[in-house]
Each structure stands twice: as structure tokens, then as C-alpha cells.
């Protein structure tokens, strides 16, 4: 098989149309090397990227896979005759490489594995577990998707939250409903196999080659549907309104052991609850940010919790036509590039005795809206969302900056979550209640003053906004961060600080502050059989690599017992 990367076509000779464009491409590819019309017996797209870096010729960048007739001997032969210099053009030589689910066999264990959470590391470890034969148990403490999405509605138009369901709680889990972006800075041999499995379950196949794919809020949660009937189809269990509300550890100090968890489930129609004791003797936790009485339950268990660094800020919006502009140029409105992306981070000088200071955009939603990601009664917690179709008014992101350990009170590791609440209740104040958000414009928020009413920028958050000052949902530092950082940042995009763009508050969830401790073989620190996964546990930092870490753990689990 041959790899052909560097294929560069400019923007306004791709065709709007997928299978058009693809033609193109195998055509351009063909010619790149000299082959004949028929010389080429399987075309496979990998990658496909905007290179925006001139504004006055944007084109796009496709990296393919092609196989010729004749074989690998064919193959071998066109380099020949490409020449000695035939990497320098992009063209080389591979081996295809796969990941797979595992292999059926009889299950060693006694009892069944209980999978706590199902976002995307608990449905991708249930599913690699299912495969392998185990019948896991999956538990998730909000709804289905179906079920969820009017809850959500609901929330959005009257107020009524739901604590147990929402946009952090149900099936798919905090992803579900921020756009399921699915770039990622980290490496994994499984990513290809999350992309395929999302491709098999509804998702576009379109993201199997985009530089910076996403799935879209609105096809999502058929997405997870189809993901628990895989699931439950190898012999798993997903249990939504299911909650756990006690972990039994056997054994010592040191030497302690997963026996049960206690598990209550509401049923969504009669509003019935059961509570049950289920034996067994592994437990995954993929229980997301936001679990936070799952943290509580831990620290009283005794597991091994430590802080770490997560971030804060508010959701900044602006016109997405000014960052079409910006970004691209004359080409803004190819229908073959779409909403434009940014990606922005800024370094601050440093002071002494502090950690470095930055500031950066965080979940960026192209086209996208500002939603109510609050879990809780009394705090309002902000993030943002796309359809798939990324055709929405506004661009917003997340304009955040970190929150360090040594910022944090104290020694204990439930510290960060303190400070969450803390700005979440404070944001719920200065909006006035009933969910509403604060917002400012971004030119009085550089000026310390409050603001009154929008400019050309309409905020998009459902609840509505009450406008006013940002800084007093804030930490300190992260408001000191946020506006030395703006300025700066609009030195590269200058749209970024324009006067009138919208700051809401509070983004209070783009990570985990807290880490559940594991060691080499991916258990909690002294608890055999506790697998800590994913995002919550302070192992990931968005779906990709959450559900990456939910295969990983997957697959020591089932190495672990089928020994």
C-alpha cells in the first residue's frame, strides 16, 4: 500500500460536494504518480486539512492511501521509477496497522464487572469488555439519549433542572452535548478504532479523514444509542437512572480489594427506586468531571485522590462571519471549508513565586451556541455546542486560563471542586436566578466596567443573560489572566477583543480537579480491582482521548482476569 500526503488543491477548484471532491483527489493523486487511469485498485482518504496560512491562497491538504494494481510489486516498482527522492514528494511505502476488538471467550470471573458512568470511556471500555466476554454492567445515573434531550429542552426553557440528567449526566455523557469534537493532541493506537466504531454507529464517515473531525449535537445522541445496543448485543448491560452510591472495599489497609457496589435506580415512567447490593469484583470508574459525590464517596473510602490542574474562565462569543474573515480570507463562504476554527493560547510573563500564567480557547465551537451545562441546583455553569451542520450565527469558545494546586487552600484533594461550586453559586447570583448567566462585552470587561446591553454580538446562551460584570464569578487570578491575555491574543486574530464581543460565565467544567491515583497496571493506588478511567478520574481531556483511556483500561482489565 502507498501513502500520498502534501496532495495541495486550492480552495475554489473543490468541488461542495463529497463525492465530486474525492474525485478530484484520486485524480490529482493519480498524476502526482504518473500512474495509469486504471492503475489504481483501492482509494482511501486519510487525512484532510485547510491550509489557511496564506489568506490570499487557501487551499486544501489531503494525505491518501492507494493500492495498484499488480500489488506490492507494482508498488514497489512506481518508486522505483519515481526515483531515489520519491519520500520528498509525499510518497511512500506502508503497512497498513490496525486495532481490533478482542477476541470471545468464556468469562474467568464469578460476577460481572460494573462499569460506573457512561460517557465515552465507559461506553468504549463496556464495549472492548462485551467483545472480550465479560458482560459488563454498565450504570449510568441520567437518562437515555432520547429521554435526556427533552430534559435538556425542558431546562432550557423553563428553568427546571434535573439533577441527575442533564447536559454533564446520561447516556454519551458531557460530550453528548458539546458538539462531539473529536480532534486530539494525544497519540493512540485506538483512535482509528473509536473514529470507525463512531462511523458504524450513525456518525459521518467524513470524520475518519478531517484534521479537526466532529460529530455535531444533533446526531450524537443516536450515536450513543447504537453504541449501548452494540454493547448489550455482546452480552453487556447499560442501565440508565442507575446510580452508585456505595463502593465495599475488603481486605487492609495497603492491601484492600473491590466486593460490591450499592446501586439505586429510579424508574424514569412510575418514579419507582430500587436499591441493590451487586457483588463484584472489579469496578470501573468513568464517572466524568462532574460526579463530585463520587469523589466525596472515594475520599471517604480512603482511596488515593490528588489535586490537579484544571481550568476556568467564561465562554467567549463572536460573529462567525468576522472569524470567516479573519481566518480565510477571500475564500470565507467556500461552502468546501466550512465555519472556521481558531485555536489560541497566550503566555504571560512570568512572576516569581507564581506558576507560569496563560491563557488559551478551550472547545471551540465553530458556528455553534453557549448552553447551560449546570448539574447542580443554584450554579450556573456554562459551555458550548455545534450541529452538525456548524451553521449557527455566532462562534463561541471556552477563554480559559488554569487553576493550579498550590492556588488552592489547604491540602485537601476535594480543594478545586470547593472552588467550582463556589463560582458556579456566584454566577448563579449575579445572574439573578433561575439559571440565568452574567455576561459583559469584551471592551468593558478590558475597562472594568459593567456592561448594559449587547452590541452586534446576540449571546446565545438559552436562559437568557443578565448583563453586568464577569469578574465576581471569577477567581482572581483567572480574571487577571483572562484580561492581560485578550489583548495579546488579538495581535493574531483581530476580531478576538473586539469591543462588543460577549463573555459568559462561568465555564467551570472543562476538566477534572481532581486525579483517582492509579499505578502501572492501571489500578487505583492500593484498591486491587478499582479502575479509574477517563476524563473524571484525571486521564483524558476530551472524547477522543477519554475514550482511548476507556479501551486502554478495558484492555488490562481483560488481560488481568483472563490470565
Not at 396 to 417: K, Q, S, T
Request: glycine content about 12%.
Amino acid at each position: 500500500m502507498l501513502e500520498v500526503s502534501g496532495i495541495h488543491v486550492p480552495a475554489d477548484r473543490v468541488p461542495a460536494d463529497r463525492p465530486s471532491e474525492l474525485a478530484l483527489v484520486r485524480e490529482v493523486t493519480r498524476k502526482r504518480l504518473h500512474a495509469a487511469p486504471d492503475a489504481i485498485t483501492s482509494f482511501e482518504l486519510r487525512k484532510r486539512s485547510i491550509d489557511a496560512r496564506k489568506r490570499s491562497e487557501v487551499a486544501l491538504t489531503y494525505t491518501v492511501r492507494v493500492t495498484l494494481a499488480g500489488g506490492a510489486n507494482a508498488e514497489r516498482a512506481l518508486l522505483s521509477k519515481l526515483g531515489r527522492r520519491h519520500s520528498d514528494r509525499g510518497v511512500r511505502m506502508i503497512a497498513e496497522e490496525r486495532s481490533h476488538f478482542p477476541l470471545r471467550h468464556p468469562s474467568p470471573l464469578e460476577d460481572r464487572p460494573v462499569v460506573v458512568g457512561a460517557g465515552c470511556a465507559g461506553l468504549f471500555c463496556a464495549l472492548w469488555m462485551a467483545r472480550a466476554g465479560l458482560a459488563p454492567l454498565v450504570v449510568e445515573r441520567g437518562d437515555d439519549a432520547t429521554r435526556r434531550t427533552s430534559i435538556i429542552a425542558d431546562l432550557n426553557d423553563s428553568g427546571a433542572l434535573d439533577p441527575e440528567s442533564n447536559i454533564q449526566f446520561g447516556l454519551g455523557g458531557a460530550g453528548t452535548f458539546s458538539d462531539g469534537k473529536l480532534a486530539t493532541g494525544t497519540k493512540s493506537p485506538y483512535h482509528r478504532l473509536v473514529l470507525e466504531s463512531l462511523v458504524d454507529a450513525g456518525a459521518d464517515g467524513q470524520i475518519l479523514y478531517d484534521a479537526h473531525p466532529h460529530v455535531g449535537s444533533d446526531v450524537l445522541p443516536r450515536v450513543v444509542e447504537r453504541l449501548r445496543a452494540e454493547i448489550e448485543a455482546a452480552g453487556g448491560e447499560v442501565r440508565c437512572r442507575c446510580r452508585m452510591v456505595d463502593l465495599e472495599l475488603a481486605g487492609t489497609a495497603g492491601a484492600r480489594r473491590v466486593a460490591s457496589v450499592s446501586l439505586v435506580t429510579t424508574d424514569p415512567e412510575s418514579g419507582l427506586v430500587r436499591e441493590e447490593r451487586v457483588r463484584t469484583s472489579h469496578v470501573v470508574l468513568a464517572t466524568g468531571h462532574s460526579a463530585r459525590d463520587v469523589f466525596a464517596l472515594l475520599a471517604e473510602r480512603g482511596v488515593v485522590l490528588e489535586r490537579k490542574t484544571f481550568a476556568m474562565g467564561v465562554r467567549i462569543e463572536h460573529l462567525q462571519a468576522d472569524v470567516d474573515r479573519v481566518q480565510y480570507g477571500a475564500a470565507a463562504g467556500n461552502p468546501a471549508l466550512g465555519a472556521a476554527p481558531y485555536k489560541l493560547a497566550e503566555h504571560l510573563d512570568e512572576v516569581p513565586g507564581q506558576p507560569k500564567r496563560s491563557a488559551f480557547s478551550f472547545c471551540m465551537c465553530p458556528g455553534g451556541y453557549v448552553v447551560c451545562a449546570s448539574s447542580e441546583p443554584g450554579g450556573v455553569v456554562t459551555n458550548g455546542m455545534s450541529l452538525s451542520g456548524r451553521d449557527g450565527t455566532n462562534a463561541n469558545a471556552g477563554l480559559l486560563a488554569n487553576v493550579y494546586p498550590e492556588d488552592l487552600p489547604g491540602d485537601g484533594p476535594l480543594a478545586g471542586i470547593d472552588l467550582q461550586r463556589e463560582c458556579e453559586r456566584a454566577a448563579y447570583e449575579l445572574g439573578g436566578g433561575d439559571f440565568v448567566a452574567p455576561a459583559q462585552l469584551v471592551g468593558d470587561f478590558l475597562q472594568g466596567v459593567p456592561s448594559s446591553e449587547p452590541g452586534r454580538v446576540q449571546p446565545t446562551y438559552p436562559r437568557g443573560v443578565r448583563w453586568g460584570s464577569v469578574d465576581g464569578c471569577l477567581p482572581p487570578r483567572v480574571r487577571e489572566t483572562l484580561r492581560a491575555a485578550l489583548p495579546r491574543m488579538a495581535r493574531r486574530l483581530p476580531f478576538f477583543s473586539a469591543a462588543d464581543a460577549v463573555l459568559t460565565g462561568v465555564e467551570s467544567r472543562s476538566s477534572s480537579p481532581v486525579r483517582v491515583v492509579r499505578g502501572k497496571d492501571l489500578q487505583a493506588l492500593g484498591v486491587e480491582g478499582l479502575w479509574p478511567a477517563g476524563e473524571g478520574a484525571g486521564y483524558a481531556g476530551g472524547i477522543m482521548s477519554a475514550a482511548a483511556d476507556g479501551l486502554r483500561v478495558a484492555a488490562a482489565l481483560v488481560d488481568h482476569v483472563m490470565r
